[in-house]
């Protein structure tokens, strides 16, 4: 299986909020499992927390269509609501807590 950066369902661009961001090539379902935005790496006693481009390219909203999950020891891109084609994702930005 070969690495993919982003699925096929979205795209990087400019994005009114800040910089670059990730938008929908198509529509895309609630509850969507988008992949894998950080990866927690843990060897002897030192942590490091990996940012994917799919994680790198997510801008904050106080209101986000989008959330992130842990699943072993990664967190997950999963939709809130259903996305429209052309419209921005976006997370409510934590310290790496899918909690909050």
């Not at 992949?35 to 997510?58: E, N, Y």
């Not at 904050?60 to 959330?67: D, L």
Request: hydrophobic residues 35%.
């Amino acid at each position: 299986m070969n690495y993919k950066p982003l699925p096929d369902s979205l795209t990087i661009k400019k994005s009114n909020i800040q910089g670059l961001g990730l938008f929908a090539l198509d529509n895309i379902p609630k509850d969507t499992n988008l992949g894998i935005t950080h990866l927690f790496i843990t060897k002897d006693i030192d942590a490091l927390i990996v940012r994917t481009p799919l994680g790198g390219f997510i801008n904050h909203s106080n209101t986000p269509n989008c959330k992130k999950v842990e699943v072993n020891q990664e967190w997950h891109l999963k939709t809130l609501i259903d996305i429209k084609k052309d419209e921005e994702l976006t997370l409510k930005y934590t310290m790496y807590n899918p909690e909050l």
